[in-house]
């Protein structure tokens, strides 16, 4: 026993050795006081025994690479801004995102507020989707034909202009689209294939709060969505494909829709 | 957001073990992993300074899990996705014959597991541990001797009786 720290030996300095906590003067301390207590020595000889399993068992998920879903990149991707009229609306939804997340996030300690429930969009699109994919013979209402027709009818019913994004470079070829009922305005999906028979939809209505937001990530089963608002309209992209493409997608049609790009028609 | 990036993403694979222990189901941790982050990368700005980031991640992914545990859309699995979660060859334990150490980690209540998994695996002080779980240190220790006489128990190392000559002491 050293003169420099005589307190007892405790639970806590038993708990320390086992997680190695300890410096070196208290350490020898408690080893000492152990070797007179074998039933003690036991129980601290076990508890480094689940401690080490515990760690080799959970180390490999630990040493693998982060998924690419979870870079911050794509998480909170920083959108480009695409003139400056955007710029007043763009930093109010960030903001107001930023509240909304940290409301209930006061100093240490505090545990950050409840989520807000799966956005009923998003589970509106996926629902269409499920319901709408599995159609072998009539999968749209309209079906694209290379004329205005398609995109004057959804843009009409749903009272913003509704373009389809040209995805061929993504793969996806424009099947047709039908109007949802959607709460008080319809919302538009239009279907997209590619060769292998993979749908896609686009969801898309109006009635979203201005200014831009993130792409949210949702994954329900076996089918992955991507939503985001821009100036007004709602957006969400569903496929049963992986994260990455659908990402692709996802960023094509928001570069489309806000004028970075040319629609189909 | 290159320092966000910088600060955030070498929690993450600390973020995903943790979310993996506590759901034993791959998919569904990073799930919940990504819903984390986006929680946390939406508070930024009204982050505490001076408070550990690692606790504060650590916080927002173990509220999140609990939120949807409370809204049963977070379902936990059973042993039968074990082999999904990490190859068991890798617990020295497993070739002798003897239980899988995560199945008593599954045994074990939440807040008992929580504490285990940041104490011991995560190496979170005790400090760090009890604001990740909102509670004093003295709570993260009585947690701590629970789980880890359950897990003696489970994994039949060790008698668990504590003996009279043990008290704590600050």
């Known amino acids: 026993m050293t003169a420099s720290d005589p307190r007892p030996v405790g639970e806590d300095d038993l708990h320390a050795l086992v997680d190695g906590r300890l410096d070196p003067g208290r350490r020898a301390v408690v080893e000492a006081w152990l070797a007179e207590h074998p039933d003690a020595a036991a129980r601290i000889a076990a508890d480094g025994q689940v401690r080490a399993r515990l760690r080799a068992r959970l180390a490999p998920i630990a040493d693998e690479p982060i998924p690419a879903r979870l870079r911050v990149a794509h998480l909170a991707r920083p959108r480009p801004v695409r003139s400056s009229r955007w710029l007043p609306g763009a930093a109010a939804a960030l903001v107001c995102l930023a509240l909304g997340g940290a409301a209930g996030w006061i100093g240490r300690g505090a545990v950050p507020p409840a989520a807000a429930p799966a956005e009923p969009m998003t589970q509106a699109a996926v629902s269409a989707f499920r319901t709408y994919v599995v159609e072998a013979v009539h999968p749209v209402e309209v079906r694209a034909d290379g004329t205005p027709h398609l995109e004057q009818w959804l843009s009409r019913r749903v009272g913003r202009p509704v373009r389809a994004p040209d995805l061929r470079a993504q793969g996806f070829r424009l099947m047709g689209g039908r109007l949802l009922p959607a709460g008080d305005e319809p919302a538009a999906m239009l279907m997209y294939d590619d060769d292998r028979g993979t749908r896609l939809t686009l969801y898309s209505r109006a009635g979203a709060a201005g200014g831009r937001g993130v792409f949210r990530y949702a994954r329900e089963g076996d089918v992955a969505a991507f939503s985001w608002i821009d100036a007004g309209m709602a957006y969400v992209v569903t496929a049963r494909t992986d994260e990455a493409r659908l990402l692709r997608v996802a960023e094509a049609v928001d570069a489309q829709a806000s004028g970075r790009g040319n629609g189909l028609q | ?170």
Do not use: C
């Open chain 2, 1 to 170: 957001m290159d320092d966000l990036a910088a600060l955030i993403e070498p929690q993450i694979p600390g973020l995903r073990r943790y979310a993996v222990a506590l759901l034993r189901e791959r998919e569904a941790a990073d799930d919940l992993v990504q819903d984390a982050l986006e929680r946390a990368i939406r508070a930024w700005p009204q982050r505490r300074r001076d408070g550990d980031l690692r606790a504060w991640l650590f916080a927002i992914l173990r509220n999140r899990y609990l939120e949807g545990v409370r809204r049963r859309r977070v379902v936990e699995v059973g042993t039968e996705l074990l082999d999904d979660v990490a190859d068991a060859s890798a617990d020295p334990g497993a070739g002798l014959g003897v239980r899988d150490v995560l199945d008593g980690l599954a045994a074990l209540p939440e807040e008992q597991r929580s504490v285990l998994l940041l104490v011991a695996v995560e190496d979170m002080s005790y400090a760090d541990a009890a604001a990740v779980l909102a509670v004093p240190v003295g709570t993260v220790m009585s947690r701590l001797s629970r789980a880890r006489g359950r897990m003696r128990a489970f994994l039949d190392l060790a008698p668990t009786v504590v003996t009279g000559h043990l008290r704590r002491v600050k």
